[in-house]
């Protein structure tokens, strides 16, 4: 497997309250030209936003991803598990599909089917899971030599190709052998890896436009959101600041619109200009969200030991 690599760039070192402080008139502006608060949620929401809880007793639940049914997948990390919520078969229940993920964070389906995992455990690697035997197959475990320090989220685009971030949660500094924590990407026949972009302090949540000509990272504790365009294979431009914001994960719907798992117990949306258009109540903090259902307009949430959802008027991008 062979690698390419870009000098790894220091993350800027930013006085993070002094961004929220000048940014929080500014959220403010842009989520009431945009028509945020309840008008603008209405145009997406069924009903009221109050979300139902569909499972609880996890430990930690991440990494939503539904598949092509519209049942949706996702990890509790700590017990090492994936479970799944029978939402796009009919029986709506909760049950779990794999007893040992490799503490799975991150889930994504392919467009051949093949469910996509970041294992961010001892392993540290980039998985493929085959749907019907639940074989596990590593894709990417190392770049240039060294092993990655905490994969975290990734998603999938078109061609097969696998962009994840790499964090490092969990690793002392003796354990890490990577020079930074960035992002990667891994070609359709899985013979290169290569690190597509770095500068952060802590990417964390990734996901592409529906159209898949952005793509969007998070860095968590750089509380900002980024905008990358999506250049050729493995391959993206300048990124643009999108959001004065640092999150867990994302979904996106049709129009093109953000759901961020925000630090805040909220759902934060935004439009595809990066305007505020409202936020989503929840009793705690989420970890990430997707759409599922057999028309994909259930919002399922994520959010420490539970599972909610929420019924949309869009669907999923």
């Given at each position: 497997m062979s690698t390419a690599v870009a000098p790894c760039?220091?993350?800027?070192?930013?006085?993070?309250?002094?961004?929220?402080?000048?940014?929080?008139?500014?959220?403010?502006?842009?989520?009431?030209?945009?028509?945020?608060?309840a008008a603008g949620l209405d145009?997406?929401?069924?009903?009221?936003?109050?979300?139902?809880?569909?499972?609880?007793?996890?430990?930690?639940?991440?990494?939503?991803?539904?598949?092509a049914r519209g049942d949706v997948f996702f990890s509790d990390i700590p017990r090492k598990k994936i479970h799944v919520w029978r939402l796009g078969t009919g029986s709506g229940g909760v049950e779990t599909w794999l007893d040992d993920s490799g503490s799975t964070n991150g889930l994504f389906f392919g467009p051949d089917g093949?469910?996509?995992?970041?294992?961010?455990?001892?392993?540290?690697?980039?998985?493929?899971?085959?749907?019907?035997?639940?074989?596990?197959?590593?894709?990417?475990?190392?770049?240039?030599?060294?092993?990655?320090?905490?994969?975290?989220?990734?998603?999938?685009d078109a061609d097969g190709g696998v962009w994840f971030?790499?964090?490092g949660y969990g690793r002392k500094p003796e354990e890490v052998e990577q020079d930074c924590e960035a992002v990667y990407w891994?070609?359709?026949?899985?013979?290169?890896?290569?690190?597509?972009?770095?500068?952060?302090?802590?990417?964390?949540?990734?996901?592409?436009?529906?159209?898949?000509?952005?793509?969007?990272?998070?860095?968590?504790?750089g509380d900002v959101t980024w905008a990358y365009p999506v250049e050729g294979p493995g391959k993206l431009g300048a990124r643009r600041r999108f959001a004065d914001v640092g999150c867990d994960g994302f979904a996106v719907d049709e129009q093109g619109n953000l759901y961020a798992t925000v630090k805040e117990p909220v759902l934060r949306v935004y439009a595809p200009d990066g305007a505020v258009i409202g936020d989503i109540p929840l009793p705690v903090p989420a970890a990430n969200a997707t759409f599922g259902g057999p028309d994909r307009r259930t919002l399922v949430?994520?959010?420490?030991?539970?599972v909610f959802s929420l019924p949309m008027k869009v669907r999923g991008g």
């Open positions: 760039a220091h993350a800027p070192r930013r006085q993070a309250w002094l961004r929220r402080l000048l940014a929080a008139p500014l959220v403010a502006l842009c989520g009431f030209v945009s028509g945020a608060g145009d997406l929401i069924d009903g009221p936003p109050t979300v139902r809880e569909v499972a609880g007793g996890f430990t930690f639940t991440e990494g939503p991803a539904s598949d093949i469910l996509y995992a970041c294992q961010m455990g001892e392993s540290r690697r980039v998985v493929a899971i085959d749907p019907a035997s639940r074989a596990i197959r590593v894709i990417a475990e190392r770049f240039e030599g060294k092993r990655f320090n905490a994969p975290n989220d990734l998603v999938v971030t790499d964090p891994i070609s359709p026949d899985r013979s290169q890896v290569r690190r597509v972009a770095d500068g952060f302090r802590r990417p964390n949540g990734i996901i592409h436009s529906p159209d898949r000509a952005t793509l969007y990272i998070t860095d968590r504790d949430i994520t959010a420490r030991d539970k």
